[in-house]
């Protein structure tokens, strides 16, 4: 297994191209289940996370080419609505086949992705909404067993989960007549599928709010579509440039995507530009300590906690971290203290005192994000050198991220075990 190794105190400066979204990347190429023709998606991210897709797409019959910047996937010749154990194990997102199976073949048997390590991660909102599309549910030996005819209705999430809301979109689409979906999530990414299915001849108003309204239609085509920028990369990217006392620009990265997260940044002192498709950011005399409570979108993004705590455990004076929408996100917290940080966690909420510096140390990664978080860390490290183990968390969600902060001067190489 790969690892990281970092010897920090460099201040990063100098502007990074921000990928296409992985998580908009994910259900979009789902929803190719749906199209009757070829979909092409552009700007889709290198990650490993969309190999994963690519390859349970292919083996339901999905045929796709990926050039590395676009993705062309042909669904007509899906003949095995089934994503086996082995496959939605690795990456979660599997699990979106399932509305774009049952919506467009009328059944489909799922694995149950299981846990990770950020939580239990359950699916029940999805497979309750599912049934009050009139899909019949039941459970056979881990698996997910989804039938019969979607028809319309009004179904409200008891929680606005991401994943929910796109596998119940997906399949509204084709259900018979019109569909209600209350409480979902507002994420960019959501906007972004919806955007593409509308192309492909869905009848969908409302994303991006917290109602959502389906009209089902007979069929969808194959369309072109671009997928958004990152914000969670382009939001590490400003992170690690204000954590290193440097000044970073994210190019072609969208300010109306970081709301809750940009305005934190000014608040702990860092220099914040918009521009019409960049931002910069930058802390050449350091920064304060601040609250941070994650919620859905617009609230603080959960996908940047992790990288945040790392760039508070230096802040001039203590920061309280509240994490409300996974249940086990503090995973990056025992390492970072390992580097010399002072944080305390106490259930969901973790105390953050600043620290005058972190020290290099052997560190393991355990998730996208922790992972993310702990080469932050290493970059601020201004003795000693970091090791980040299972490096493979990080190549799930960042593509090449070693040469890419090498390109802004950080002093950072990947090492074969
Ligand atoms: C998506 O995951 C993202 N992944 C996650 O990004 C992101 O952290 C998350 O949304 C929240 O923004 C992709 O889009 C591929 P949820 P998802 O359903 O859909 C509970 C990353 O680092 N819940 O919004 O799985 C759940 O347990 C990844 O890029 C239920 O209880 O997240 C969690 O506590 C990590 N029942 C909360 O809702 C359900 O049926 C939010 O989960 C579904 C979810």
């Given amino acids: 297994m790969d690892k990281m190794i970092i010897r920090g105190g460099n201040p990063l400066k100098g502007s990074v191209h921000v990928r296409g979204a992985k998580n908009a990347a994910l259900p979009l190429m789902a929803a190719s289940i749906l199209a009757e023709t070829p979909l092409t998606l552009h700007n889709v991210p290198c990650l490993h996370d969309v190999f994963s897709m690519d390859k349970l797409l292919s083996f339901m019959g999905v045929h796709s080419e990926f050039t590395g910047r676009y993705m062309v996937m042909d669904s007509a010749g899906v ?153 969670i990369e382009a939001g590490t990217f400003l992170i690690a440039g204000v954590a290193t006392h440097g000044d970073v620009t994210v190019l072609n990265a969208r300010a109306d995507h970081l709301p809750g997260f940009l305005e934190k940044l000014q608040e702990i002192g860092a220099e914040v530009e918009v521009r019409q498709d960049r931002i910069r950011a930058a802390a ?17 993004p ?9 760039l508070l455990t230096c802040a001039e004076g203590a920061s309280l971290i509240k994490e409300t929408v996974f249940e086990n996100r503090f995973m990056q917290v025992a390492e970072l203290n390992r580097m010399g940080a002072d944080i305390d966690v106490d259930g969901s909420t973790a105390l953050v005192r600043g620290v005058s510096g972190l020290m290099g140390a052997p560190v393991m990664a355990s998730d996208l ?49």
């Fill in 79 to 231: 003949v095995n609505p089934e994503a086996p154990y082995e496959l939605v194990r690795k990456m979660r997102a599997s699990f979106f086949v399932l509305g774009p199976l049952v919506a467009r073949f009328g059944r489909a048997r799922v694995s149950l992705p299981g846990g990770c390590a950020i939580g239990t991660r359950p699916v029940d909102i999805h497979l309750k909404g599912l049934e009050a599309l009139g899909c019949d549910i039941s459970l056979d030996e881990g698996y997910v067993v989804a039938e019969g005819k979607l028809t319309g209705a009004s179904f409200t999430l008891d929680f606005p989960s991401v994943g929910a809301t796109e596998t119940l979109m997906m399949a509204a689409t084709r259900a018979e007549g019109l569909t209600r979906l209350y409480n979902v999530a507002r994420e960019p990414e959501i906007e972004d599928l919806a955007l593409c299915l509308n192309a492909m001849g869905a009848q969908i108003s409302g994303a991006g709010s917290d109602m959502i309204t389906v009209v089902g239609v007979d069929n969808l085509k194959g369309v072109e579509h671009e997928v958004i920028p990152d914000r």
């Fill in 284 to 300: 050449v005399n350091g920064y304060s300590a601040t609250d941070i409570t994650t919620r859905p979108y617009p609230g603080f």
């Fill in 302 to 310: 959960t996908d940047l906690q992790a990288q945040t705590m790392a």
């Fill in 369 to 417: 994000r922790a992972s993310a978080a702990l080469v932050i860390a290493g970059l601020m490290a201004p003795q000693g050198e970091t090791a980040v183990q299972r490096v493979y968390h990080i190549d799930r969600g960042y593509e090449r991220i070693e040469e890419r902060l090498a390109a802004l001067g950080a002093n950072i190489e990947r090492r074969r075990n």
